[in-house]
């Protein structure tokens, strides 16, 4: 046979590429940017796109359907198809016009905004607002303004639950994500407006109204002017100690940070110059004068200190930063204190949006924040290893602060080393503060002292790198507009990588994945930064790590790091000399190929993937001139003496860490000689792939070899090999191509058969030409041979089934070819392979070969991948210089995409194939099908082996034709879409597009053809479907599989099936994610635009397939499907899978299922047809359906509920399953929405609908639409009402199973509604379920009783559909009363009224009561919200809602018939596990006595009363739970009615007083604990007197402790609950309690600690001279920094904390003795105090806690030298630890560390000194950045004379201490203690006698100074400074052998020193001579000799010899 011109017939021959195809001319010629961009994408693909004009006459048409269902207030669904049709169209990549983008977002904008709109339309129009609203660039504030108030309304009535809602939904966290997406848009002007709203509702006694007031002004506040505002949020972000506050206070200032480095956003001009047109009704525009923020001068920024932060901030941002790495020292958990805090948040705070991780704030702020704006201190270029940076000193520069110090010591510093200007890094403050950090936190870094900590030190680092390296490529744009002068510098940024080089390199080495993962991307980062300074030290951690002389996991940590810095050694443009490097690190990974290690070959094969797609494989020619110019790259005789690398070989100048600069073509003469290695190295590679292949586990029944990691292993093998046989130069492909042909033609392996095929695959993707040329006909001939020979005869349909072992030569052969394309002898091959296969894997690999054939020829899809265009891969220049090309970035309009487009020869040859192969064989089929036929197992594999064939066939052509659905098809598909009750012209509709389909004229023959041949083939699909379900054999299992699979070929595989859309959007963003070197990257590599391309065709592709033509056949074929969903045996879950995809797919398709699925429910149906069904029923795509849509939710409830009739266990179990999905599908419905009426809306609707082209005929459709809307709603509320008639007549069915009574109960719960009365059938019912049997039924029906009181209280006091959309009630006893006095006195006034007593005549006439203190804390609001004491006879409510009365009349009916009581607390009576009254029971019995008043009192007093006589502990609770529920419900009853209750209850507070049992107080502690919730107290005086009365007369040194706890803690749930208003009792309680310090009794004391911390909270007032808003902003803005505004250190308790400190020497004299002490009175009140103390630092008011923690100090440290109480000594040290993790403001710093030192100086005992000198250490860590200098050179003498101390622990402690502060201290003070230490070594002398006196002062003294010593070298744990060798070697060594403690602590230091340098040892050994090395062999082991070991290291010279650079520790 000829074989044809393969140049025809071959599809990736980048041979002579046909024109490109036409580009509409208003594209091609457009100047439009984003038109431009269109006209890149329309040059990416083969075929043409459509006009701009055309596509944007079809936006109209979508922008008017929009419009016109908003007008309609179709929302659902109208504007969801719409709004999905836009999301569609824009995938398309058409530019949306700036007015008609902005129209569309004000829109979604006020449908999101609208009051009760449904939660699924908010969410769809949100996510549009965000698509529509996110480029900066496409609109600004100028272009559009928005409203806050509509957001603020709706979250902040949604935010805090009642106690009654449980509903919780998700419109708080809408509404705040839709703010943080619009807040650009709110007008700078309305700053004033906000603070006016969001300051008043502060009350810093409650931590809900804190974070819910900072979190209104941190996503409202306009960020661009926040000058007027910033200073009062780092005011109140100072006085509040909370980890929630923290977090969201960083990420607003991160943003705040990037917005700023531009100093024209926050030019106040700018604001008049906005146009102010998005008011909403009400809102106000005040101006507060600030005359202070004027400047005469031009604006220049908000530029301060430090970026736009003022040093002061910038220091306790820097604190709050050390704070975030939650590092634990050995501290006991001193950074708790926040979280604790944060406990006293409610749940609803977590439904807002989260904030940014701090992290990645913090980094942000540091990196926004850097700018030359300091001196510059002397570069940290000191002296590093060769290629490899310090570990410290030099690599992590530290901060330099030799300004502003006083004398160090100040013998050794002398007078005259002040420098008078402070410097900073590279004259940067921002960089020295993340120095100083990076220095402090270095140790954390490392493998050995990881934790969880070590993961965000790594995420920090690599979120700083990230941002930097985003900000400076924004300031290398030309249009950047931060100033010339505030730029980064290159001093900046290679400082940087010096300061984080370090620590990256430690920590590489982890082995926790999330850190690695992060070292990576920083590692990545840097190399594009500082490529010189990153890539050697990895380089040099290579080597060794390859060679295995080290452990695996660093073997694999490198192989990562090389992975990370790729871009420096393939990139040129990224660094140059780089290149040379490849080829030795590719050699040394060759091992890494292991089928043993499986981590270390996927690290390996990312690595090859990565640097492959930059480089071409191939040798370079040779210039004419000599190698390099001269230059001699021959490798050198290597000395046997020890190989030192000299430093001296290098140039003078060159930087130690990088290497010495050589010229560019000096660099290319270099990598020319490596380059003639890659032939060897791709041989070596191809041989490392097929011994791996070879080694492969056996082929499992699926075809693939092991298990999965096997599989992924191949895989990422394969991925490896492709992307080299792309770039192979055509000689190394040749020679690649004859290996893999020679091992494939010469070995079969059954373990190989997959791995063979993408191994053929490789190459043939690389040239298919050449690789089918090669290898048909040698695979056609085994083939024949085979099967000629028995292969494949065995016939086999089990998917199970393993392949035989004489199968393998056709399986191996049968993979080859299908790596290798297709040729004309294909054609008889094909047919002989149906003819001959019999066995399940010879069918499936033939079909599997057809399938890729067709697919080859017939589909559209880019050719090659290579990292240049074409043009230049075949030029002369660059097969010359390729070198200079690697990880070339293109530009997209410079890019050449290489596409295959089915030519007529290449489609004539698969209409060939189908009617020669495909035809005859699905003839074949229906002769299968004929009566009469036998159906044995013969039969069945004809049938599956034959039906297999066709469907790969018909798989293989998806874009062959294009479908065409007539008019007419169009308009039945709508009468019968799931979309119920729409007109058609709101049902979107497509316009086809050009994407590609080979056939698309439906008159073409060829078209005709295939889609005759297609229709026939579904055709033969159903009649097989219809005939192997009459046949239910089991035996026709397999059978069914092939045919499910079939018909999912069938009605699934078009358009983008092949080409996923989705697929290919995951695929770009993760190659987009690996070949990003910077943030906002403008050029990218080739092959990512390919990959774009492809994502664009798949686009196009998607949008064809969105409507899919579902006619008369496909409708059969979906009822089979559904059958077989059904079906006895294992197709069920394929064939559900297959229905939830047609689902997606076609339209109608539930609908048309819903019945049959019904019908399976049926009693009578097999149990197994059954389980189908309801599991099918269970899918999301039908369970939301059915019982989300009020029309088919009645029959769905029918026949869920109908299932009772079968009671299997497996059955029921699927009945609960799915009626918990159901159930959480079942919403409250409401209409609501459509009643209210937004003019915005209308506006913004109208605004659409003049910028869009409509017809006259459009006009018809709004009214239309309207219409059948409200046609809608009528027939839903009607199929609602019958919903609940159906439920109501199943549940009350006494036949009804009570799991399914359950199931009702709920279902009836969540169709209350607010927006229509309740029938009393409805309420009766559930009301009569609140005393069930059935706990469950309890439980929901109670909560169902709540929700009804609600809403009839709703609908009662609502006064338009706004206030019932929002739950808003308007009561008629509320009055807001306008603040007149805006001053303290006032607030306290207010408060003081809370003790007087009501005069209810008064009361009834005025508002006096207030329940809620909203406002007047830190500032008033306009109003306050105060109530009218009710009538005294007339009811507030009644008569309730008129049409509410029918359910009204049912509660009142119910609820007066005692019986229902007494069943009731039959129920609350039982036993259960709580020890508290149930919120669910009391709330129950609230709302009955809410509706009724006090009708049913009479009633139900008897059973109270009987429950409160008996002393039972659940009886007691149910008392406790009936009188909460009236006492809440009595709230408005008519006063009368009230002081009858209280009348008959007030008796009843002393039984419960009276109560002696420990069981019962928790009951009665919560009883007041609701009562009091909320509440002003003159409502319940009765109870406040009562409470008062005892806590004023009890004993608190009484016998009876529990009479005195009782009283304690009843009275503790009455202040808990009143909190601030419980302002006017406080002095008279603390006076009580002061004068019962001495008490006996230890849980007394503890109730009074507790009251000492609760009263010193609500006492706290902040200070402006006046409380407005407008005063209070000013005062923060303009008094100094001293002046307390917020009272944070207010003195509340100073009288008393004095009275403390006279009283604690008294108490200590008078201390008892032993065993006793406890009792003394000086421990007692030493533990309360601590208590106090404590409890005080966890609360959200911690600072305050220090103005009583300073004057207790000396105390308190006292406490921790007792050592006869043990509770105190532990409270005292463990209070003192904690508060250090507080971030304390800068003016208690100095006070407190004077304290400290007080102690460790004057204290005569040394166990004080050992407590207190840790706690140094931890002070120091935790708040370094806030210590001045002068403190810290105080706080080193301290210590340095504790090393003289006469204890040897003390001196221990004190060098530990002084270790880790030396750290960050001033470099010349380091030197000078090393003189210091040394002079005193030098001069100490030990006496021969050691019986002398003077013996053991010597010995103290050369102990100290030796421990000076040590404390140095630790503090430089992974640093060689210059003067340490000689310390080591020359001081300490001779120090080995001294007496006890000398020698240990010298030993010590030498274990800690080889333990922390022994992972750098082959670097930081060059800092020692040869004698040095000797002596410190001698110190470390004893042994005076030194060798090499496995720590030596060598490095490839780019001559390519091992030199070895440095030797190891012994």
């Known amino acids: 046979m000829n074989i044809p011109d393969l140049s025809t017939l071959s599809i990736r021959d980048t041979g002579p590429s046909p024109s490109p195809p036409p580009i509409p001319d208003d594209i091609m010629d457009a100047t439009d940017h984003y038109l431009v961009k269109l006209r890149n994408y329309a040059n990416s693909i083969p075929y043409s796109v459509e006009p701009n004009s055309q596509m944007q006459h079809m936006l109209d048409s979508i922008l008017l359907r929009i419009a016109q269902s908003v007008e309609a207030k179709d929302y659902d669904p109208g504007l969801l198809q719409w709004d999905s049709m836009l999301n569609y169209w824009s995938m398309l990549k058409y530019p949306i016009p700036k007015e008609k983008r902005i129209a569309v977002i004000k829109i979604y904008f006020n449908v999101c905004t609208t009051p009760g709109m449904p939660n699924h339309v908010v969410a769809a129009c949100s996510d549009g607002l965000q698509v529509l609203a996110r480029s900066k660039r496409k609109l600004s504030i100028d272009d559009m303004r928005l409203p806050w108030l509509p957001i603020y309304k709706i979250l902040s009535k949604d935010l805090f639950l009642t106690r009654r809602q449980f509903e919780i939904s998700q419109t708080s966290w809408y509404m705040g994500y839709i703010a943080d997406n619009t807040r650009r848009f709110f007008h700078p002007a309305a700053i004033d407006e906000m603070l006016s709203t969001f300051l008043p509702m502060m009350n810093g006694t409650n931590l809900n109204s804190i974070l819910a007031s900072q979190y209104y002004m941190l996503t409202f506040l306009p960020l661009s002017h926040p000058q007027s505002y910033l200073p009062m949020l780092f005011r109140v972000w100072e006085s509040i100690n909370s980890y929630m506050f923290d977090d969201r206070m960083l990420q607003f200032l991160s943003r705040l940070s990037e917005l700023h480095v531009d100093p024209t956003v926050s030019d106040p001009q700018r604001i008049e110059a906005i146009p102010d047109d998005a008011r909403s009704e009400g809102e106000g525009r005040p101006n507060w004068p600030k005359d202070d923020l004027q400047t005469k001068w031009r604006w220049s920024g908000l530029f301060s200190d430090v970026g736009i932060f003022s040093e002061t901030e910038w220091n306790y941002l820097m604190a709050k930063c050390m704070a975030s790495m939650e590092i634990p020292l050995a501290d006991a958990g001193s950074l708790t204190t926040g979280p604790n805090a944060d406990g006293q948040a409610t749940f609803e705070m977590n439904r807002l949006p989260k904030p940014t991780w701090r992290i990645a704030s913090l980094a942000r702020i540091i990196v926004y924040s850097m700018a030359p704006d300091g001196l510059p201190a002397p570069s940290s270029n000191a002296p590093t290893p060769l290629f490899t940076p310090l570990t410290s000193g030099a690599s992590t520069p530290l901060p330099h602060q030799n300004g502003g110090l006083g004398d160090y010591l100040s013998s050794p510093l002398g007078k005259g080393g002040r420098l008078k200007a402070k410097t900073y890094l590279a004259g940067c403050k921002a960089l020295d503060s993340l120095a100083r950090l990076i220095a402090s936190t270095e140790s954390f870094f490392h493998p050995t002292n990881s934790g969880s900590w070590t993961s965000d030190l790594s995420a920090f680092i690599k979120y700083i ?10 300031e290398q744009q030309p249009d950047c507009k931060t100033p010339t002068h505030r730029r980064l510098t290159r001093e900046i940024k290679r400082e940087l990588v010096k300061c984080l080089r370090t620590v990256t390199l430690l920590a590489m080495f982890s082995q926790d994945s999330n850190t690695v993962a992060n070292i990576q991307s920083c590692m990545k980062s840097m190399s594009i930064m500082e490529p010189d300074l990153i890539l050697h030290p990895i380089l040099e951690r290579a080597v060794p790590a390859l060679e295995a002389l080290v452990e695996t996991h660093r073997t694999t940590a490198v192989i990562k790091a090389l992975g990370a810095v790729a871009p420096a050694m393939v990139c040129r443009h990224v660094y140059y000399p780089g290149a040379k490097h490849l080829i030795p690190i590719l050699d040394l990974l060759l091992p890494g190929i292991d089928l043993n290690d499986p981590p270390k070959t996927f690290c390996t094969t990312s690595f090859i993937s990565e640097v492959a797609q930059y480089i071409k494989f191939g040798e370079l020619a040779r210039p004419d001139v000599g190698t390099g110019d001269g230059i001699d790259v021959s490798p050198r005789p290597v000395s046997t003496d020890l190989p030192i690398l000299e430093v001296e070989q290098f140039p003078d100048g060159v930087e130690l860490g990088s290497e010495a600069q050589l010229s560019n073509e000096e660099e290319d003469a270099i990598l020319r000689d490596t380059a003639g290695t890659f032939a060897d190295w791709v041989t070596a590679f191809l041989r490392r792939v097929i011994l791996l292949f070879e080694n492969l586990p056996e082929e499992g029944p699926n075809g693939s070899a092991g298990g999965a990691t096997e599989v992924q292993l191949v895989d990422a093998v394969s991925g490896a090999f492709s992307q080299i046989c792309i770039h192979l130069s055509e000689p190394l492909y040749d020679m690649v191509l004859g290996l893999v042909f020679d091992y494939a033609t010469q070995n079969v392996r059954s373990n190989a058969v997959r791995a063979i095929h993408q191994l053929v695959e490789c190459v043939a993707n690389a040239n298919p030409a050449k690789t089918l040329d090669r290898f048909l006909p040698f695979c056609e001939r085994s083939i024949r041979t085979e099967l000629e020979h028995g292969a494949s005869s065995l016939r086999i349909t089990s998917s199970h089934s393993t392949p035989l072992p004489s199968d393998a030569t056709l399986h191996w052969n049968l993979a080859i070819l299908r790596g290798a394309m297709y040729n004309e002898r294909l054609i008889a091959l094909f047919k002989l392979l149906n003819e001959k296969t019999f066995s399940k894997r010879g069918y499936s690999s033939s079909g599997k070969l057809l399938s890729s054939t067709l697919l080859t020829l017939s589909h559209t ?44 020869e290449e489609l004539a040859f698969v209409l060939r194939i189908f009617r020669e192969v495909v035809e005859p064989v699905l003839d074949t089929l229906h002769g299968l099908l004929e009566p009469g036929i036998t159906r044995d197992e013969v039969w069945r594999n004809d049938f599956c082996r034959h039906i297999s064939f066709v469907r790969n066939a018909f798989a293989g052509i998806p874009t062959l034709a294009k479908e065409v659905i007539s008019p007419e098809e169009l308009r039945e598909s709508m009468v019968s879409s799931d979309i119920l009750f729409e007109i058609p012209e709101m049902i979107a509709t497509i316009e086809p597009l050009n994407s590609g389909f080979a056939f698309f004229d439906p008159a073409d023959p060829r078209h005709q053809y295939i889609t005759g041949l297609r229709r026939k083939y579904g055709e033969f699909l159903h009649k097989a479907s219809v005939s192997l379900q009459q046949q239910g054999q089991e035996n026709t299992v397999d059978a069914v599989h092939a045919l499910l699979r079939s018909i999912r070929t069938y009605m699934l595989e078009y ?75 294992a197709t069920g879950e394929s064939s559900q899978a297959l229905l939830e995809s047609l689902c997606n797919t076609f339209d109608g398709v539930r609908r048309r299922c819903l019945p049959a699925l019904y019908k399976g429910l049926e009693p009578g149906a097999e149990d197994d047809r059954m389980k189908g069904a309801l599991w099918t029923l269970n899918l999301s795509v039908f369970a939301k359906y059915a019982s989300g849509e009020p029309t088919l939710a009645a029959e769905f409830m029918k026949k869920l509920f109908g299932c009772q009739h079968n009671e299997k266990a497996s059955i029921q179990d699927c009945v609960g399953s799915l009626a918990e999905t159901c159930l959480g599908n079942i919403g409250e419905p409401s209409h609501v ?22 017809q006259v005929e459009d006009d018809e459709i709004t009214p239309k639409c309207r219409q059948q809307r409200m046609k809608r709603i009528l027939t839903s509320d009607e199929a609602l009402s019958h919903t609940v008639d159906t439920l109501l007549e199943i549940a009350n069915d006494p036949d009804t199973h009570w799991r399914y009574a359950i199931v009702a109960v709920r279902c009836l719960r969540s169709l209350i509604r607010r927006d229509v009365p309740l029938k009393s059938t409805h309420v009766r019912y559930l009301l009569s379920k609140a005393y069930d049997s059935n706990a469950s039924m309890r439980y929901y029906s109670q909560r169902a009783v709540m929700k009804i009181s609600r809403f009839i209280k709703l609908r009662s006091l609502a006064r338009s559909p706004v206030d019932i959309a929002l739950e808003q009630n308007h009561n008629p006893l509320r009055r807001k009363v306008p603040v007149k006095e805006f001053t303290r006195e006032h607030s306290e006034r207010a408060l003081e009224d809370y003790r007087k007593p009501l005069v209810l005549e008064r009361a009834s006439q005025e508002p006096l009561i207030r329940d809620k203190v909203g406002s007047g804390w830190v500032v008033w609001d306009k109003t306050a919200d105060f109530f009218l004491a009710p009538h005294p006879t007339k009811s507030t409510f009644q008569p309730w809602d008129g049409d509410s009365s029918e359910a009204v009349s049912a509660v009142r009916e119910i609820a007066q018939d005692a019986s229902f009581w007494k069943q009731l607390s039959t129920h609350y009576s039982a036993e259960n596990n709580s020890d508290v009254i149930l919120q669910d029971n009391l709330c129950c019995v609230k709302s009955i006595f809410q509706l009724l008043d006090d009708e049913p009192l009479e009633v139900l007093k008897p059973i109270v009363e009987e429950l409160l006589a008996d002393k039972d502990k659940n009886k007691q609770r149910a008392a406790a739970e009936f009188l909460a529920g009236i006492i809440a419900g009595s709230k ?12 008959w209850f007030t008796p009843h507070l002393k039984t419960i007083f009276s109560q002696k049992s420990n069981e019962s107080l928790s009951v009665w502690s919560s009883f007041f604990e609701h009562v009091f919730y909320n509440k002003d107290p003159r409502r319940l005086q009765p109870i406040v007197d009562h409470i008062m009365e005892q806590f004023k007369v009890v004993d608190f040194n009484g016998e009876s402790t529990f009479e005195i706890i009782q009283v304690l803690c009843f009275f503790r749930a009455f202040y808990e609950q009143l909190g601030v208003k419980f302002t006017p009792w406080v002095e008279d309680v603390l006076e009580r309690c002061w004068a019962e310090l001495k008490c006996e009794h230890e849980d007394v004391l503890a109730y009074f600690s507790e009251i000492l911390a609760f009263c010193g909270k609500i006492m706290w007032r902040p200070n402006p001279s006046a409380l407005t808003a407008e005063v209070f902003v000013r005062e923060c803005r303009t008094l100094p920094k001293i002046v307390d505004i917020m009272g944070s250190r207010s003195a509340f308790h100073e009288e008393r904390v004095s009275e403390l400190v006279k009283q604690f020497p008294v108490w200590r004299k008078e201390r008892l003795p032993g065993v006793r002490a406890f009792q003394s009175t000086y421990d007692r009140v030493g533990v309360l105090v601590c208590k106090w103390l404590f409890q005080l630092i966890h609360d959200t008011n911690a600072v305050s806690a220090f103005e009583c923690i300073l004057p207790l100090m000396p105390e308190l440290i006292r406490f921790t030298e007792v050592n006869d109480n043990d509770e105190l000594a532990y409270r005292a040290k463990l209070l003192m630890v904690r508060m250090c993790g507080v971030i304390i403001p800068s003016q208690y710093i100095d006070p407190l560390l004077d304290q400290i030192f007080g102690a460790i100086t004057t204290f005569p005992s040394w166990k004080v000194r050992l407590k207190i000198l840790p706690l140094v250490q931890v002070f120091y860590f935790r708040q370094s950045s806030l210590i001045g200098d002068a403190k810290l050179v105080e706080m080193m003498e301290v210590i340095c004379r504790c090393l003289d101390d006469e204890v040897v622990e003390v001196r221990e402690m004190a060098a530990t201490t002084l270790s880790g502060i030396l750290r960050l201290s001033p470099r010349r003070s380091v030197v000078a203690l090393k003189d210091r230490f040394v002079r005193l070594i030098k001069n100490s002398r030990l006496p021969q006698d050691r019986k002398s006196p003077a013996y053991n002062i010597a010995l103290r003294q050369l102990h100290a100074a030796v421990l000076g010593v040590c404390a140095l070298i630790d503090s430089y744990p992974y640093t060689i400074e210059r003067w340490m060798p000689d310390l080591l070697t020359s001081v300490l060594a001779e120090h080995t052998y001294d007496p006890i403690p ?69």
């Not at 790198?465 to 924004?474: C, G, H, I, M, S």
């Not at 770009?1068 to 391309?1093: D, F, M, T």
């Not at 664009?1096 to 077989?1124: C, F, K, M």
């Not at 929405?1233 to 409509?1254: I, P």
């Open 1532 to 1543: 408005h009853w008519p006063t009368d009615s009230q002081l009858e209750l209280w009348k």
């Open 861 to 904: 899809y880019p050719l090659e991948n290579k990292f240049v265009n074409p043009d230049e891969w075949n030029s002369e220049e660059f097969k010359a210089n390729h070198h200079k090309y690697w990880g070339k970035l293109y530009s997209p309009e410079d890019v050449q995409v290489t596409w295959h487009v089915p030519t007529a």
């Open 1233 to 1254: 929405v459509y009643d209210v009426e937004n003019g915005e809306l209308t506006a913004a609707s109208q605004a659409l609908r003049a910028l869009v082209l409509s």
């Open 465 to 474: 790198v990230y941002d930097f390296n985003k900000r400076w490529y924004e």
């Open 1055 to 1129: 358009g983008d099936s092949r080409d996923s859309y989705y697929l290919q959007i995951d695929r770009y963003q993760s190659e987009l994610n690996i070949a990003r070197h910077y943030a906002g990257q403008k050029e990218w590599p080739r092959a990512l635009y390919v990959r774009r391309a492809r994502l664009y065709h798949a686009a196009r592709l998607r949008w064809n397939s969105i409507e899919r033509r579902r006619g008369p056949l496909e409708d059969l074929l979906i009822d089979d499907v559904t059958q077989w969903s059904m079906w006895t045996f």
């Open 1942 to 2010: 000398i020698s240990t602590t010298v030993r010590k230091c030498a274990s800690t020193f080889r333990k922390t340098h022994q992972d750098t040892w082959h670097e930081d050994s060059k800092k020692f001579t040869e004698e040095q090395l000797a002596a410190l062999s001698t110190l470390l082991s004893g042994s005076s000799y030194y060798i090499f070991g496995p720590g030596a290291s060598f490095y490839w010279h780019p001559s390519r010899r091992r030199i070895c650079v440095g030797v190891a520790f012994i």
